[in-house]
């Protein structure tokens, strides 16, 4: 019971980050992507890949997936630049679209439908993170540390033009904000953290594959930020335990049966999301009037 605990709480240290990441285009910029676990794959395979034939040190690890979700953000920040709203939503579709069939193509570096396995145990500076409680602690302060970098820029005068940014564009361009560099900066800042991230997932799992980076995972990683709160560092920790931890009490209740346990999920999800948008539209974490 101790492992499993222990497992979950690691989890829910990464998708908390993860979530906080999406939080930046979605909840401060305004834009709203459905295409964030790509740029978390990237993170996860690139760690996958240091890890298997460099070190699995989790610094470097960590770094690596940053790097390359940052690089390849510029296939996010593109469309972001011509298209707004509902257009962006399915120019986001298309891209988590043609990643997951490249995920499962590019077996030389992701390993296709089978993924990558044998991931060593973690490291750091050359001692072994093997015990759960040490991987933990690491996970925790890339948590903390990465919710501690966007409260500084989040309250600085970029997070400010971001949020000007998400209430009017035309606004904020008028004011002469650079709607174009705001908008790149932000997907590269979102994406960089998922891809640290994906290298954190990639150690914890000492596995990869497709199925982790799907849409239905970006929609998941997307409710977590919706349903605690927009707009707040607290809201996506708040949406990412919710999420996490009702699967995990449903597995213990009796008299549902373990094939059913998916249904209940997704009909209390659905429940959920319905009466917050009815009765709190700005999430759990989130003010009744306005944003953070």
């Not at 497992?7 to 295409?35: D, H, K, P, R």
């Not at 594959?209 to 990683?221: G, K």
Request: charge should be neutral; glycine fraction near 14%.
């Amino acid at each position: 019971m101790t492992a499993y605990l222990l497992n979950l709480a690691q989890l829910a240290a990464i998708f908390g980050l993860l979530a906080a990441s999406l939080n930046v285009l979605v909840g401060y910029g305004g834009i709203f992507s459905v295409a964030h676990a790509v740029f978390f794959g990237f993170g996860a395979y690139a760690g996958a890949q240091i890890a298997l034939n460099v070190t699995p040190d989790v610094l470097l690890v960590s770094a690596a997936g940053g790097l390359v979700a940052g690089v390849l953000s510029l296939a996010l920040a593109l469309p972001a630049l011509r298209v707004r709203g509902e257009y962006f939503v399915v120019a986001s579709l298309g891209l988590q679209m043609v990643a997951t069939t490249a995920f499962t193509e590019a077996e030389p570096v992701t390993g296709g439908l089978g993924g990558l396995v044998g991931i060593p145990p973690p490291q750091l500076l050359g001692f072994s993170l093997a015990s759960p409680w040490a991987f933990l602690a690491v996970c925790l302060a890339a948590l903390f540390g990465g919710l501690a970098v966007m409260r500084l820029l989040m309250r600085g005068s970029f997070g400010r033009s971001l949020m000007a940014l998400r209430d009017s564009e035309s606004a904020a361009e008028a004011f002469g904000k650079n709607v174009a560099l705001l908008k790149t900066l932000a997907v590269a800042l979102g994406c960089t953290i998922a891809g640290v991230a994906g290298g954190l997932f990639a150690l914890q799992m000492a596995f990869v594959n497709v199925e982790s980076f799907t849409l239905d995972q970006s929609v998941l990683v997307l409710a977590m930020v919706i349903v605690g709160g927009t707009g707040t560092l607290a809201g996506p920790l708040v949406g990412t335990l919710l999420l996490l931890l009702l699967p995990a009490a449903l597995s213990f209740l009796p008299g549902i049966p373990p094939t059913e346990i998916g249904a209940v999920q997704q009909a209390i999800y659905g429940l959920a999301m319905a009466l917050l948008m009815i009765f709190r539209p700005a999430g759990l974490a989130g003010r009744a009037q306005g944003k953070r």
